[in-house]
């Protein structure tokens, strides 16, 4: 199994980024998908999740009507778009595969593969 992501970059405040992540070796529709962060000094934080069909999201606060997750399952791709993007949302994006839960999901500790990382840096 494999995930890569990619699109992450440095931008300046108020800027937007489309974040994507591509699944191989694994069946990615019957795989919900998350995204999660990590800053430096900080602990990883769930970003987004999406279930499987694409019809359920789910977003944390800090990014709520900033950030829109969405897949395209015939691609095998699962995408973060981030608009009006701020200093504080620089962190490394990870994209990740769960296969049990029955929904969507928040925790980390629940997804089974992980990809590798891109970096987002916003300017002030």
């Known amino acids: 199994v494999q995930l890569q992501a990619s699109g992450g970059g440095l931008v300046q405040a108020g800027g937007s980024l489309r974040l994507s992540c591509v699944a191989s070796?694994?069946?990615?529709?019957?795989?919900?998908m998350g995204w999660f962060r990590q800053a430096p000094g900080k602990e990883r934080e769930f970003v987004a999740t999406i279930s499987r069909s694409g019809r359920r999201t789910y977003l944390s606060d800090p990014v709520k009507g900033r950030f829109t997750i969405s897949r395209d399952n015939a691609r095998n791709t699962v995408y973060l778009q981030m608009n009006s993007l701020k200093p504080e949302d620089t962190a490394v994006y990870y994209c990740a595969a769960e296969s049990d839960v029955p929904g969507t999901s928040d925790q980390a500790h629940e997804y089974d593969f992980w990809g590798q990382g891109t970096q987002v840096t916003v300017s002030s």
């Open positions: 070796g694994l069946s990615f529709s019957s795989y919900v």
